[in-house]
């Protein structure tokens, strides 16, 4: 684990002969308005001048160990720096906070959840916030993310799932985290290995989820796994397709040698006027770079799954076999 992470820089050299005002102002602006009494005393503030500034109104106390500066506003990540600072150096954030740091689909950002080591001695902090322990940690298990030291994104879906979310929020996690490259189907399988047998929580839902990863929807991920089950070559997801340099789009799913791009639609997005345009639209310019666009409605996704697989499967000869042919004569590109 890198240490460097876990420490609370000063931007001032507190070294240098620095007004200590200037030096608590400059690292709270560093830390979202926050402070704690370590870099109080750092930055040699004394004991009569903190008291000073809290009697006008400047510092107020946010929680053990920590204080606030008058005018910061109270966001979100302002109370994340606060856990952080009053738990102390070691502390991260994790579960369903550090989902909503990466990005995740889905996730919640109230309540606050931090974690420490299992060896660590901690005091308790007060609603919104959950403080775990744990006595796992990998050495790639914690990483910084918007400044904040926070757990990687395969290991937020471990914690994830040793929380407990219901399956549809886990398996947007695991999406996401696939999709936007944070993670990958082989990490999340490496990582999983080493903890088969160990008891942990979860660790079956995550087996069972992993395989149709990589979609943006609840209708993408059921059409990974009509693909898997039907045995058929598992596509590229979230792809985005340019024209020289100009972005033509980004698709659900495509077959990059074979030229084939499928589209899954539900319902919402695609009622009006206006958004059936639009969707005309994209699907002739997604054409006129040379792609086969088809698309596969929700209905044809949940009602008929034999029809997908079927039509599926035998657009993906025919196309496998214009390209075997045309690959095989001299001068000609498929």
């Known amino acids: 684990m890198n240490g460097n992470l876990f420490r609370f820089r000063s931007v001032v050299t507190l070294r240098e002969s620095v007004n200590p005002i200037a030096v608590v102002t400059a690292t709270c602006a560093a830390q979202q308005g926050a402070i704690s009494t370590l870099q109080l005393r750092a930055a040699e503030l004394t004991p009569k001048a903190r008291r000073g500034a809290e009697e006008r109104g400047w510092l107020r106390p946010a929680a053990p160990g920590v204080y606030v500066v008058a005018g910061s506003p109270d966001t979100w990540m302002r109370r994340l720096q606060i856990g952080l600072l009053s738990l102390g150096p070691r ?7 550090a989902a909503v740091l990466w990005g995740f689909d889905r996730c919640l950002d109230q309540p606050l959840h931090l974690t420490v080591p299992r060896e660590l001695r901690f005091h308790a902090l ?3 916030y959950v403080v775990h322990t744990t006595g796992l940690i990998g050495p790639h298990d914690v990483l910084e993310r918007r400044h904040l030291p926070c757990s990687s994104a395969t290991r937020t879906i471990l914690d994830l ?3 407990g979310v219901p399956r549809v929020r886990l398996g947007a996690s695991i999406d996401s985290a696939v999709r936007d490259h ?9 990582r999983l290995s080493t903890l088969r047998g160990s008891g942990r929580a979860g660790v079956r839902l995550i087996d069972r989820l992993l395989p149709d990863s990589g979609g943006e929807t609840i209708l993408e991920r059921a059409f990974l796994g009509l693909v898997r089950r039907a045995g058929l070559p598992r596509p590229n997801t979230q792809r985005r397709v340019y024209d020289r340099r100009r972005h033509v789009g980004r698709v659900d799913f495509s077959y990059d040698e074979l030229r ?3 589209e899954v639609t539900g319902r919402k997005g695609h009622a009006s006027d206006e958004e059936r345009l639009r969707d005309a639209q994209r699907r002739n310019e997604l054409q006129d770079v040379g792609l086969r666009v088809y698309e596969y409605t929700s209905a044809d996704v949940r ?3 034999a029809f997908v697989v079927s039509s599926l499967r035998t657009r993906l000869e025919h196309a496998m076999s ?5 690959s095989s004569q001299p001068g000609v590109r498929a």
Do not use: G, Y
Not at 91 to 97: D, L, R, T
Not at 322 to 326: G, L, V
């Open 322 to 326: 214009f390209k075997s042919a045309h």
């Open 126 to 128: 007060p609603a919104p």
């Open 260 to 262: 084939i791009v499928v």
């Open 91 to 97: 502390a991260w954030v994790s579960h369903e906070s």
């Open 303 to 305: 009602d008929r799954p």
């Open 182 to 190: 944070h993670s990958s189907p082989t990490v999340l399988a490496e």
């Open 161 to 163: 799932a040793t929380l």
